[in-house]
């Protein structure tokens, strides 16, 4: 699947946001938004606005289908009630459910990259002082090539987190 990505204003990037958050979410409103543009007939309608209240449904299952729910739910650490709702707001298209360990493994990947942000910073700023001063200052090519190293890894990390919880929600595991 491509990925599409740029910059926007931040004023811009809020009111966005809180546009998508009763449509589903930022990628699912964007993803709707291009499939319009270039005339995909999987341009769906979107889904109904989020409302603060909730509803309550009961559903019959079989003793043996009430067994693999439990089962299904208690390995992504979920109540029944949980992994219902999830499984149910995947297929109208909001976005899917993060367990608790995905939601740790992805908060250390935002840790790590926030740490190397600060490297990169701290490149840059021995550079410029340098340059102030009129030193000939040279990167550290090495420390740049690392640190661009620890970026992509940690990159790869949150899209094959995600990739997995996606494709759990969607049924292709």
Sequence with gaps: MAFLGFHIDDAVAERFAALAAGEGGKSNLLRRLVEQAVGSDAAIKPPAPLSQS??????????????????VAAQ????????????????????????????QALRAV??????????????????????????????????????????????????????RNASYWEGRL
């Design 54 to 71: 909730s509803g309550k449904i009961t559903i019959r299952l079989r003793e043996g289908e009430l067994r693999l729910l439990e089962s």
């Design 110 to 163: 935002v840790r790590e990259l926030n740490r190397i942000g600060g490297n990169i910073n701290q490149i840059a700023h021995a550079s410029n002082l340098n340059r102030l001063i009129g030193l000939q200052g040279r990167l550290d090519a090495e420390a740049v090539r690392a640190a661009s190293d620890g970026v992509q890894a940690a990159l790869a990390e949150v899209r094959e987190i995600l990739r």
């Design 76 to 103: 992504r650490r979920m109540t029944r009630t949980q992994w219902v709702a999830s499984a149910v707001r995947t297929r109208l298209g909001f976005p899917v459910q993060q367990t608790h360990e995905e939601a």
